[in-house]
C-alpha cells in the first residue's frame, strides 16, 4: 500500500493531472482539425483508447506508486541533449503523427487498411501504454526527463519490466507510435513514426550513458539486464 501523500506531493499530481489533460486535448483538436470530420470513427477510437488508458493508469499509480505522478510534473534539471531529443521525439508523437493521420484521412492518401490492421495499430498502442505504465508503477524515478538526485535517494528500478530492457518506458512509446499509424489508417503517418523511433533510440543511448556514468547502483542493473531498449537486439 501506498504512504500517505502530503500536501507538496497532492499539489504536484494535481499539476501533473492538469498537464495530462491539457495535452491530452491539444492533441485530440490538433487529429480533429487536421482530419476536419468529428464523425471519424477512428479517431474517436484512439481518443477513447488515450482517455480509458489514462484513467487506469491514474488508479493504478495511486494505490501502487502516487510519488511517481508528482515527480513527473517536475521538468527541471534537464540537460540540452535531453531536451533536445525528448522534445523531437515529444513533437513527433503528439504533433507529427495525429497531423500527418488526421490530413490523410481527410485528404485520402493512403488506401483503406483492413479493420485487422485498424485492430492490430490498436493493441500496439495499448501494450505500448502497459509496458509504460508498468515502468512507471516500480520505478519511482520515472520523471520526463532525466535526473539524477543525490546517493541514496535516487533507487535503481531492477523490477518489472526491467528485467527485460533497461529503458521500458522508451519501449513503450516505441510501441504507441509505431501502433498509431495502422490506428488511424495512414502509412504516410509512419514517416512520424519513425522519427520519433529514432529520437528515442539516440535518447536511450545518451540517458543510458548518463546514468552509467553518474547513478551509483546503475552498474547492478546493466550486469543484471543485458538490453537498453531493444530485447535480444541492443
Known amino acids: 500500500m501506498a504512504s500517505p501523500i502530503s500536501l507538496e506531493m497532492r499539489q504536484k499530481i494535481i499539476r501533473r493531472i492538469t498537464q495530462v489533460l491539457v495535452t491530452a486535448l491539444v492533441q485530440g483538436v490538433i487529429l480533429f482539425l487536421a482530419a476536419w470530420d468529428l464523425g471519424w470513427t477512428w479517431g474517436w477510437v484512439f481518443i477513447g483508447i488515450y482517455l480509458g488508458s489514462l484513467v487506469i493508469n491514474a488508479v493504478l499509480l495511486f494505490r501502487a506508486n502516487p510519488a511517481v505522478i508528482a515527480e513527473r510534473a517536475d521538468s527541471r534539471g534537464a540537460r540540452s541533449w535531453d531536451q533536445l ?51 512507471m508503477a516500480v520505478n519511482a524515478k520515472f520523471a520526463t526527463v532525466v535526473r539524477i538526485g543525490e546517493e541514496g535517494s535516487h533507487p535503481v528500478a531492477m523490477d518489472g519490466p526491467y528485467r527485460i530492457v533497461r529503458h521500458p518506458g522508451y519501449l513503450g512509446a516505441g510501441f504507441q507510435s509505431l501502433g498509431l499509424p495502422l490506428l488511424f489508417g495512414s502509412w504516410w503517418a509512419f514517416l512520424a513514426a519513425g522519427l520519433a523511433v529514432v529520437f528515442l533510440i539516440v535518447r536511450t543511448s545518451l540517458e543510458d550513458a548518463t546514468l552509467q556514468e553518474e547513478l551509483p547502483g546503475y552498474d547492478q542493473l546493466v550486469r543484471q539486464t543485458r538490453y537498453r531498449l531493444f530485447p535480444w537486439v541492443w
Open 85 to 135: 531529443w525528448g522534445g523531437l521525439a515529444f513533437i513527433m508523437i503528439m504533433i507529427g503523427l495525429p497531423v500527418i493521420g488526421g490530413l490523410d484521412y481527410r485528404f485520402g492518401w493512403s488506401a483503406e487498411l483492413s479493420l485487422v490492421l485498424h485492430l492490430l495499430g490498436g493493441g500496439l498502442y495499448l501494450l505500448g501504454g502497459v509496458l509504460f505504465a508498468w515502468a
